[in-house]
């Protein structure tokens, strides 16, 4: 069964919009993390936001913001004020347990802003 | 912030050679290392697990014999591809996790490896 479900491939957002990429995940453990990666065409993989699985608020990091919602096993990335740089592959990424386990990655949603 | 350094970049070689792909965390030690596969417009594939002084663990379908992992030190990881073939050709990407740190820390990734074999 696929862990993390990203269900858009693409998505187009007009520049300074704001811009909603979906996951949502399948674990039985309680104790987990949910990460988001931005990947621009050059390929290195960029840290962009966390969120807990015990943490009571949503994450956010600037333009990134995380909507958590714990119970419909949902952590969806928005990005605000969309930029011509935002355009990349982004990737959910979840980890069960403690650091040092692996992440499982979700297939990916490539985001294109348009001028 | 924490920096993962992966080298070569990039790599052309003829089939039947060996590539070794070193995987380096320069201001932190890292216990467990991570190696991926991706191809084109794909999600990342875990390969292998990289634990320091012992033997890597691969997932399932990831041939032991062809992608040779070694973690000889708390900063270095190192992937061999033996006997390389054009279906191997692929971006490699290899991330770590500090030795010591909360389980929100982020995997830090190293910047890839494109490997074209000719």
């Known amino acids: 069964a696929q862990k993390i479900t990203q269900t858009q491939p693409g998505m187009f957002v007009q520049e300074k919009e704001a811009v909603t990429l979906d996951c949502t995940y399948d674990?039985?453990?309680?104790?987990?993390?949910l990460f988001w990666y931005k990947q621009p065409s050059s390929g290195e993989m960029i840290f962009l936001i966390y969120?807990?699985?015990?943490?009571?608020q949503n994450a956010t990091e600037g333009r990134y913001s995380l909507n958590f919602q714990k119970a419909r096993k949902s952590a969806n990335l928005v990005i605000s004020a969309s930029q011509l740089g935002d355009s990349a592959m982004y990737f959910c990424?979840?980890?069960?347990?403690?650091?040092?386990?692996?992440?499982?990655f979700g297939a990916g949603t490539i985001l294109r802003v348009k001028s | 912030g924490a920096v993962v350094s992966q080298h070569p970049s990039w790599v052309i070689c003829k089939s039947g050679t060996s590539v070794k792909i070193e995987c380096r965390s320069l201001?932190?030690?890292?216990?467990?290392m991570f190696w991926y596969r991706q191809f084109p417009k794909q999600s990342l594939m875990l390969m292998a697990t990289?634990?320091?002084?012992?033997?890597?663990?691969?997932e399932q379908g990831v041939e032991k014999d062809k992608f040779l992992i070694n973690h000889a030190s708390l900063t270095l990881s190192t992937l061999t591809v033996t006997s390389a073939h054009p279906e191997d050709s692929s971006f490699y990407i290899c991330?770590?996790?500090?030795?010591?740190?909360?389980?929100?820390?982020?995997?830090?990734f190293g910047d890839g490896t494109r490997l074209s074999i000719l």
């Open positions: 991330s770590a996790d500090r030795l010591q740190g909360p389980s929100n820390q982020p995997q830090h």
């Open positions: 674990t039985s453990d309680p104790s987990y993390g």
């Open positions: 969120q807990g699985s015990y943490d009571q």
């Open positions: 990424a979840m980890r069960e347990g403690e650091y040092g386990n692996k992440l499982v």
């Open positions: 201001d932190f030690q890292a216990t467990t």
């Open positions: 990289s634990n320091e002084g012992s033997k890597a663990t691969y």
